[in-house]
């Protein structure tokens, strides 16, 4: 897939969204911001043919309503800060290590949400 440093097409997002599907076997929502492949025909009638797909664009210019915005705002506070990278692998692994620490900080994830004012439809299910 499109990865670091470049943008997923139409086909890879596509896929990413059936690959999450099938495991979850639940509806997926979407929060699309104005990248050009998000607004391509092409993905548009994808989800637009499949019941298990909401999709919502966000206005053409609004973090405030992004919760993406929140995560980068962490990773700046966190893993750029006064941090000198030697290559572009090792922003990479200092990215993904930050991303990892977040993604098991679910009260972090709920106030990139929180800061949005938007809410979860249905509560989180909890780790055991």
Do not use: K
Request: hydrophobic share 40%; proline share 6%; glycine share 6%.
């Amino acid at each position: 897939m499109g990865g670091f440093g470049g943008s997923f097409t139409w086909t890879e997002h596509r896929d990413l969204l059936t690959c999450a599907h099938q495991p979850l076997g639940a509806p997926l929502v979407l929060v699309w911001d104005n990248l050009n492949v998000h607004l391509d025909a092409r993905l548009r009638r994808f989800i637009d043919t499949h019941d298990w797909i909401t999709s919502l664009q966000l206005p053409s210019y609004a973090p405030d309503l992004n919760p993406v915005e929140g995560v980068w705002s962490l990773l700046r506070r966190a893993a750029q800060c006064n941090t000198s990278f030697t290559d572009p692998d090792h922003l990479m692994q200092v990215l993904r290590t930050h991303l990892r620490h977040i993604q098991y900080r679910p009260d972090l994830i709920d106030g990139c949400l929180a800061a949005t004012g938007l809410t979860l439809a249905t509560p989180r299910q909890q780790s055991q």
